[in-house]
């Protein structure tokens, strides 16, 4: 081969290769996804600048916890059905610790598709790394978690980071802010649907804002996120439960305790 050939050849190599890094990039720039529920740690979302929304229950919203005593009263234990045992200090409720990470709790009524309202801080003291720093998660459906996880330098694989769709999805952006800091999710959720016969119609989608800023944007939910192979099926083993139930129509959400110290405040919803 000649010379020039050679090196038209290369340079036609090289633009390609580039182009190649190019659409890389750009499919980078949407969430990452993976079939099964697996751990994965690149690109890693870049850090955004962000305020929280601190704003009351609009008039039509249902208060699932304001700061009030009875507020506990809106939810239960997970598996048990025993009054919620996490502390109510001030105006928030904060994991309690002392139970050993044994007792998310969930909601006494049960929703289909909302809009919900939810304000989070986690430990102002540090006191861990990774998964053990401030985890909790809020489980759409009893079955889709959204991450709560103090996330400000905090690394780990990307879709457990705070803002992700459990080992679904990572968030857009990181839009976390410091340890102490409250923090809010505000969030469109669309249950799955399923046929007479018991076949899924269409699977469940969910758009999140941290801070204001869109962390997911529709993302289509896989399946449990608890389990190694995400499916849907009109019957499931909710979150920290043992027992199969019908999952075809309204469900609870459930705020999970991980055992670290994690605060709720201000939650409301709508129902859609
Ligand atoms: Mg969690």
Redesign the pocket.
Known sequence: MKRTSLAIRNKVLVVSVLLGAAFSAVSAAANAQTLNNEQIFEPVPRLVQSQPTLFPAPSDAIVLFGGGEKDLEQWQEVGSGDPASWLLLNDSMTVNRAMGASTSIETKRTFRDIQLHIEWSTNPVIDGDQ?LRG???IFLHSQF?L???DSWQNPTYVNGQAGSI?LQYPPLVNASRLAGEWQSYDITFEAPRFNAAGELETPAFISVLHNGVVVQNRSEILGATYTSQPSYDVTCTPYAQTVAVDCSGAMPLIL?D?GQVVSYRNIWVREL
């Open positions: 998964q985890n909790s998660g978690e991450q709560v996880l459990y999970q991980h």
